[in-house]
């Protein structure tokens, strides 16, 4: 299976309504400056120059140095993080997934 990011964006059923990613225990948590800041500048956007694998393991970098709240767990962290490592394109790309593409 070799779909391209495009290949996600094509709309099979016109009737389903698309709310985007949305995880299951969402929390209400913003990055801090310096980590907002390291994961803009290693945003992925999906080109051939990039390697996704690398842009992982920055991400995970960076988000480790978000300090934890009680009761937030660093998986919740990621994921709710994850949207500021993407570009614009690839943001739109995440959107457009069926639902439960993504387990948490």
Request: aromatic share 8%.
């Amino acid at each position: 299976m070799n779909e391209k990011m495009g290949d996600y964006r094509k709309i099979a059923n016109r009737d389903e309504i698309i709310q985007g990613f949305v995880p299951a225990n969402p929390i209400e948590i913003n990055p801090k400056g310096r980590v907002k800041k390291e994961l803009k500048e290693i945003q992925f956007n999906g080109r051939k120059d990039e390697d996704p694998l690398e842009h992982l393991q920055l991400f995970h970098e960076a988000c480790e140095s978000q300090p934890l709240q009680v009761g937030v767990t660093r998986d919740q962290i990621n994921l709710m993080f994850f949207k500021y490592s993407l570009g614009q394109k690839t943001k739109d790309w995440v959107s457009c997934l069926p639902s439960k593409t993504i387990n948490t």
